[in-house]
């Protein structure tokens, strides 16, 4: 479990100056009863040592366990990890070193901060902290020498996943004049990686202390006079007792009114008065301010620029483009800060926000106060500019290559081995994915009563899952069409592979372009409807019809929308996913197939499916969440992980939906061949 992070190190002084200071740097996360032990001839770059630490042993683990043992606690062997700076190259300089204390059922039991100061000074405090990693402690270690030992820390120390978020803030007297946080990413920490970090920062311990002497004689400079140094506390190696406090409000004496009120509720009245809500999610402002209720996923609003971009755009695409940018982020879950945020619109029925003139001149006079008024920002690079009339034939192209060429290596990190980018179908509450997705496969295969011999179109055939699967399974001649240059040469390579090529055919070809009076025993296709357009839908309807032979059937998969919500899912979607994507409610749906002669014979609504399906994307995404950053950099993934979770909270609450309609196209006598019941539920 060992690994490094490449961290974002930022610390920000709101009083009695502001001063910002910005720099990445890496760290490790590493087991204490498992430390790494490089390779003899490079050792020198990575080592850990008790003695670098608070602590009288020769062990590391020995001295947390004494430091705990002496505050009553005992983890009877459980696990400790911990977020250092290793001894590179003879010297090491620690800032701040964080140690989870687990039982032996892996329960976190307490969280050990240690703080070095440049006068080689060491303390280290014991938190406990919430089911979100936040804790207070009083503060009693002299640290900067601008500040006195005084106030607390309010502290957000979460353990390390596929992803690093600390926020350390100091509170004195109501206000929160300083914050530090780590943002980070995790890599393994193979040799090749160690030595990469290396070679980037070969001397990062003395950059860092460096970094820090330079910016306290700058802040000298800006007139901060430095506080008298107390003694060191007396018990450096096990440690005092010490109170911690539970997350909890400030208390009375301790927050008086300030003269000027902090960045963070003066955002909270801004959304009070304009969105007639109360925050939903607890909010931090780039002076570390914080408002809103505890107890949740925490909006990390990180600069002005942030807001500037809500102010230019009050919508949902501002708040993406602010995520997307690293202009906001989330500390917590992100799927229940969302869930939380909608919820909140609804019981204030403000999912759309319409301001008036007065709500905008207030926003303009706060805007101004907070110093966010300026130019527009810049839109980030990642969102779709398509050019031509609206769903013809090119800017399709273009549209579905924005979507799917992304590449084909970003969809196998995110997709089953399958390759099937549509809802699965879920037979046991603990199906895997993967067996979920054959399940589908299998239900549209009995559905459209496949049989060998028979010929199968799939329109927008994706990856080829089903035509492969059909191909394989029920030994039918199945043809495949696409726009994605990409997907049809991942499918020509797979036919290849598998020896299908005498019966899978793949075509780089638009809909429209099948040749007229090519038919088919079976017709599908499988969430491309979507991307048809509201104008083109009836003509669509009526050339898969006229693909099909008379009793042929058709298998339609289709995502549909609550009616009065957004056709293309919203301007983020519309902006940066599948621009020029047109849902439309189910019955609309069913009417262009039925005004294009074929007969609707039976639908199955899987949102539920869905809900699950992206879940396990998710999962899979977050996983993978450093090799997908290396494949399409940290704006493309923010879009993505922004989209999966809004996906998933879509159908999740009913707002969206996907559907499989079986219909057949009879004869003009109105034969069908169909069953009088449903035997493809039988499997």
Request: glycine share 8%; net charge neutral.
């Amino acid at each position: 479990m060992n690994s490094l992070y490449e961290i974002d190190i930022r610390h920000v002084r709101g009083a009695p100056v502001r001063h910002q200071v910005a720099h990445r740097s890496y760290q490790w996360f590493v087991d204490l009863d498992d430390l790494p032990r490089l390779p003899w001839p490079i050792r020198s770059v990575a080592q850990f040592r008790a003695t670098d630490h608070v602590g009288s042993t020769q062990s590391l683990r020995a001295n947390i366990d004494e430091f705990l043992g002496a505050n009553g606690i005992d983890l009877h062997g459980g696990s400790i990890t911990m977020l250092t700076n290793a001894r590179s190259l003879g010297y090491v300089f620690n800032p701040l070193t964080l140690y989870w204390c687990h039982d032996p059922d892996s329960t976190l039991r307490a969280v050990v901060a240690e703080v070095h100061n440049t006068y080689s000074d060491r303390h280290r405090y014991l938190l406990q902290p919430d089911e979100m990693g936040r804790a207070e402690t009083e503060k009693q270690f002299y640290v900067s020498p601008f500040y006195p030992v005084d106030g607390y820390y309010r502290m957000s120390v979460p353990e390390p996943g596929e992803r690093l978020s600390i926020t350390i803030t100091l509170h004195r007297d109501g206000q929160p004049p300083f914050t530090a946080s780590l943002r980070g990413s995790r890599r393994p920490a193979t040799t090749a990686g160690v030595l990469r970090a290396v070679v980037r920062r070969p001397f990062e311990n003395w950059r860092v202390r460096a970094l820090i002497q330079l910016h306290g004689i700058r802040l000298y400079l800006k007139g901060l006079r430095v506080a008298e140094r107390p003694p060191a506390p007396n018990d450096p190696h096990t440690g005092a007792p010490r109170a911690t406090r539970p997350t909890e409000s400030p208390r009375p004496e301790e927050n008086p009114m300030p003269a000027r009120r902090a960045a963070a509720d003066r955002i909270a009245g801004i959304v009070k008065e304009s969105a007639g809500l109360d925050l939903p999610v607890r909010i931090r402002a780039w002076d570390g301010s914080e408002a809103g209720p505890t107890n949740t996923p925490v909006l990390l609003i990180n600069n002005r620029r942030a807001l500037r971009r809500l102010l230019w755009s009050p919508n949902e695409l501002g708040l993406a483009r602010a995520y997307i940018t690293g202009d906001l982020d989330v500390d917590g879950d992100i799927v229940d800060g969302f869930r939380l945020a909608w919820r909140a619109a609804r019981r204030n029925n403000a999912a759309t926000v319409s301001l008036g003139l007065s709500d905008r001149l207030r926003a303009a006079r706060s805007a101004v106060s907070l110093g966010i008024i300026g130019a527009r920002p810049a839109t980030p690079a990642s969102e779709a500019k398509l050019r031509g009339r609206l769903h013809s034939r090119k800017r399709d192209r273009d549209a579905i290559s924005h979507h799917y060429d992304l590449s084909n290596e970003f969809y196998e990190l995110l997709l089953d081995e399958s390759m099937a980018y549509s809802s699965a179908y879920f037979t046991s509450p603990d199906e895997t994915l993967e067996s979920a997705q054959r399940a589908k496969l299998d239900l549209i295969c009995r559905k459209l009563d496949l049989k060998p011999g028979m010929r199968l179109l799939d329109v927008g055939c994706g990856w080829g899952s089903l035509i492969l699967h059909a191909a394989e399974h029920y030994g039918v001649q199945a043809t495949g069409v696409t726009l994605s240059q990409q997907q049809r040469d991942f499918v020509a390579k797979r036919v290849a592979e598998r020896g299908l090529a005498d019966r899978v055919t793949v075509r780089l070809q638009d809909y429209r372009e099948i040749p007229s009076g090519e038919t088919f025993d079976a017709v599908s296709s499988i969430e491309m409807g979507e991307h048809v357009g509201q104008v083109n839908y009836g003509s669509y309807a009526a050339t898969l019809h006229d693909h099909l032979v008379p009793t042929g059937r058709l298998l339609l998969q289709q995502m549909s929308r609550h009616a009065g919500t957004a056709p293309g899912g919203g301007a983020f979607i519309e902006s940066y996913i599948a621009p020029d994507m047109h849902m439309r409610p189910l019955a609309e749906t069913l009417g262009f197939l039925e005004a294009a002669g074929l007969e609707i014979r039976d639908v199955e609504a899987m949102r539920e499916h869905y809900v699950r399906t992206v879940a396990g994307w998710i999962d899979r995404f977050e996983r993978r969440y450093d090799e997908v950053t290396s494949l399409v950099g940290e704006e493309v993934a923010r879009v993505w992980r922004l989209y999966l979770v809004g996906g998933a909270l879509s159908f999740e609450e009913g707002r969206m939906g996907v559907d499989q309609i079986l219909a057949v196209r009879a004869t003009s006598e109105g034969e069908s061949s169909m069953p009088a019941d449903r035997p493809w539920a039988r499997g």
